[in-house]
């Protein structure tokens, strides 16, 4: 790769990529409540999804939120798609909640690496920054930028590598998972060294775990150290595995704390027995703690990104 006549871009300051290289970890999550977050405490923020599944925590899609931007469609990755296709602005679906922009992905993010590749051998490594170039002219507009991230394919990591300047790293405790943290050190190596010397790890945490297993969070701990190096910060927090309550959320599109503010108002199991509502309608105790945790952990990420030297 030829990297001297590459264009750095120093990304926004209030950027973190949430990232690692193994699917079914939580990143989706991770990002769209961390969003959601910032959103909430009335920071202008903008959620982009670089990954060829959509998952459409935030109820996009299936319950029509947010401003649709003028023109061709930009769910399914197509807005994404076209930004860096055309080299042109990226395109968010406005006030997804209040002070919530995103642009959502999908299958055509996946085509992202056709074109990638295709463009290679005239631009280079330049084609890496394609995405940081298609955000470059909205960031002003936020305060806070959420990238969540593919690990399918190593030049969509490295797209959203090279317009980040945090990469947070979520984990579970399985070898796999470890593996996929070696994966994303490599490309963060990498795209450091060459397009993006501003970029820098803000963490990694144990996520969807059960937070008494002490032991094992140790040998998790000892893993990033070694893969993300010996500054890494691990986070506390540890958000545990609470499958109902999270599935239950992404179907509805709704946040953790949005659910969980359903419950003094939801049907009981009293009332399913009774025959005066469905299983559906209850909203399990659960998503009480999953909800807290999901918070603390934000707060966790926000404290060591604001306390950190930007380099
Ligand atoms: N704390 C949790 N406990 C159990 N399941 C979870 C939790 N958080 C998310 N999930 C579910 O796990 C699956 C994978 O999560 P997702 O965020 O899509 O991971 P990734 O983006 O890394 O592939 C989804 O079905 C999601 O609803
Ligand atoms: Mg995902």
Not at 281 to 308: F, G, T, W
């Amino acid at each position: 790769m030829h990297s001297n006549s590459v264009e750095l871009i120093e990304p926004p300051a209030n950027c973190v990529m949430v990232g690692t290289g193994k699917g079914g970890v939580g990143k989706s999550t991770i990002a769209a409540h961390k969003a959601a977050w910032h959103a909430a405490r009335g920071e202008r923020t903008l959620l982009v999804c670089v990954t060829s599944q959509d998952d459409d925590d935030l109820g996009i899609e299936s319950f029509d939120r947010g401003i649709r931007p003028d023109g061709p469609s930009v769910l399914n990755g197509m807005g994404l798609y076209r930004a860096i296709h055309d080299r042109t602005p990226l395109l968010p679906i406005r006030e997804v909640r209040p002070n919530l922009d995103v642009v959502p992905g999908g299958e055509a993010v996946g085509e992202l690496a056709t074109l990638l590749t295709a463009r290679m051998p005239v631009e280079g490594v330049h084609v890496v920054t394609s995405l940081a170039r298609a955000l470059e002219p909205i960031a002003p507009w936020y305060d806070q930028i959420v990238f969540d991230s593919a690990p399918e394919l190593d030049s969509l990591e490295q797209l959203a590598l090279a317009a980040t300047r945090w990469l947070f790293v979520p984990t579970r405790s399985d070898t796999n998972s470890i593996r996929g943290m070696r994966r994303i050190a490599r490309n963060y190596k990498l795209v450091r060294k060459q397009l993006n010397p501003y970029l820098q790890v803000a963490g990694a945490c144990l996520y969807g775990s059960n937070p008494s297993a002490t032991q094992l969070h140790q040998e998790v701990r000892d893993a990033v150290l070694k893969e993300l190096g010996l500054s890494t910060p691990m986070l506390t927090t540890v958000v545990g595995y609470r499958e109902m309550p999270a599935v239950n959320a992404r179907n509805k599109g709704l946040t953790f704390g949005e659910y969980a503010a359903l419950l003094p108002s939801s049907a009981r199991s009293y009332d399913v027995a009774a025959g005066r509502a469905s299983r559906a309608d209850v909203v399990p105790e659960s998503i009480v703690p999953l909800a807290n945790e999901m918070e603390s952990l934000n707060s966790e990420i926000d404290a060591h990104c604001r306390k950190a030297p930007s380099s």
